[in-house]
């Protein structure tokens, strides 16, 4: 796998053993945290925020990830689809190329 | 919530939006940025409500939709994965197909130019054309030369009216110089002074010699004079006449050519 994309992958879903369907798992956690934060709620040192600050601290390093990462960022700013037309085009331009390799050995072997 | 949120996001990401490659167009464009954002943007709300005690069911609501947006984008990782392996690939064909075709036209231009440096096939006839022609012509002063030394072995011509011309201006020599031979005179002269050379006074004796003799042998051919003091010995058949005779024969093939006398004839 491309090692952008892996690491993005890694740092939102750092435990998924699957990597074909990976899935977030941070319902679960903040799950847990609420129901922490309803069973003793007068605990001073408990609230959300703390319980969270894991969570949005990968969300920001993702984030961070993709900014820096130039070829990161170029693969995710199209979509699928979008990808599919430009190597669509590419292959046709290498076509093209080909083509043009092609009738030069012909012209040089005419000559 | 989640439009409110790109509305808010996009703000200032579109202030690059005149160049469609900046940095933050293509985070903008990014499904999974814009799911990142949204998602950290729901559960700050979630816990700023929870944290006062007012906890916001939408906000939950919206939180879980927006893990779930989260986890397809996520899902949609490997196709992109595969779309990078795809264009890796296309990419190191199109660099291949780029230098095979520089290559190729690096020796296609190296080749015109060797062609163009070499001399055109029209060209080359023309010139050999010009160098036979050349060739072929005999200049005057050559055919001229040759014409005197044929004449000093040659009879008068029978049409040739004797009376328009006068004997001192005959480019021919008269018969009994002719039978005589003035080269033998001069050969003779040459072995009594010794085979090594002949002297300019000698030279300058036949010189004057020989129009006594012959009467109009030298008027009209002051070059005689030259060839007469260099002529060789060559009617001697000594060691030293034929050493001469090779030594002049490597250093002038036309001389040896032209030269019809033949001692034994006289």
Sequence with gaps: MNPH???????LVPESPNLSSPSVEFI?????????????????TASLETATSSIRHRLKQCKAHLAQNNE???????????????????QKDLDAKRELCRQLALQVERL | MSTSFVSKTSGPERSGSDRPNSSENQLGKAQIYNDICEYEETLGRLVTSVDKFHPDIQSARDLIEADKKLSDTLKSLQSYDEIDSRARRLDEEHSKTDTKIARILQTLTECH???NSLPMLEQVEFERNTMLKQREKVFTDVLLDYAMKLAKFTHVPPTFDKGSVGPNNFVWPAEDAMRRGMLAIASLRASENGNEKLTTQDSSILQQDAPNETGEEYTGAPDADTEVRDRRPSFEFTGAAVKDVEEEKQEDDIDLDLDLFNAEEF
């Design chain 2, 113 to 115: 130019r060797d062609l």
């Design chain 1, 5 to 11: 994309l892996a690491e993005v992958q890694r740092l």
């Design chain 1, 28 to 44: 679960p956690q903040l799950y847990y945290a609420i129901h922490q934060l309803k069973k003793d709620p007068n605990s001073s």
């Design chain 1, 72 to 90: 990161c960022r170029e693969l995710l700013s199209s979509t699928p689809a979008e990808w599919d037309v430009k190597l669509a085009q590419r």
